[in-house]
T-cell receptor
């Protein structure tokens, strides 16, 4: 069965520094997609970045980059130059590519990031 | 959040009442997903719908929960005879298709509190 694991319940980072949020996954399917979402205290879910299993390069979106290590089945999110507004819960998710091929997402437990001034 | 609209944002119900949660997908999106988030947990898939069809309801409780996405109007998640354990945040997401690069855009969620 497919599974997403985020082992860091909480993380702290100093403003303007970089931080890495860990995510490992388990799947036997060769084709899959990995996503990161941000959930601030206001509660909405904000899409950050996507990585496809066949993508040759690591995905980047502004200050967000994804350290994709396929052999290790890890898809860590790197946030550079942290800002106070980055304080939030971060979720890693994987597209379920089961036989039904519905595109539903499987989420990890989340990591709470706090940026210190 | 790219225009997925959910209402209400907050809903309070007493045990035994019905809860109706609405979701209007982004313009041009015909695929709708509902997820539930319990406190301090990640989101769990409930149901996936296309216009007028339920495609996958493998995450829906067998009783009291139902969902629809009519030809006209928003998608509705309906919970009958609510119990305290139904208290959670319910998120709707939409996408244009189910391809691998499919990005699901989420609404702001509905926080259901059952008294």
């Amino acid at each position: 069965a497919q599974k997403i694991t985020q082992t860091q319940p909480g993380m702290f980072v100093q403003e303007k520094e970089a931080v890495t949020l860990d995510c490992t996954y388990d799947t036997s399917d060769p084709s899959y997609g990995l996503f990161w979402y941000k959930q601030p205290s206001s509660g909405e879910m904000i899409f950050l970045i996507y990585q496809g299993s066949y993508d040759q390069q690591n995905a980047t979106e502004g200050r967000y980059s994804l350290n994709f290590q396929k052999a290790r089945k890890s898809a860590n999110l790197v946030i550079s130059a942290s800002q106070l507004g980055d304080s939030a819960m971060y979720f890693c998710a994987m597209r379920d590519s089961g036989s039904s091929n519905t595109g539903k997402l499987i989420f990890g437990q989340g990591t709470t990031l706090q940026v210190k001034p | 959040n790219a225009g997925v609209m959910q209402n209400p944002r907050h809903l309070v119900r007493r045990r035994g009442q019905e809860a109706r949660l609405r979701c209007s997908p982004m313009k041009g999106h015909s695929h709708v997903y509902w997820y539930r988030q319990l406190p301090e947990e990640g989101l769990k898939f409930m149901v996936y719908l296309q216009k007028e069809n339920i495609i996958d309801e493998s995450g829906m409780p067998k009783e009291r929960f139902s969902a629809e996405f009519p030809k006209e109007g928003p998608s509705i998640l309906r919970i009958q005879q609510v119990v305290r354990g139904d208290s959670a945040a319910y998120f709707c997401a939409s996408s244009p298709n189910t391809e691998a690069k499919n990005i699901q855009y989420f609404g702001a969620g509905t926080r259901l509190s059952v008294l």
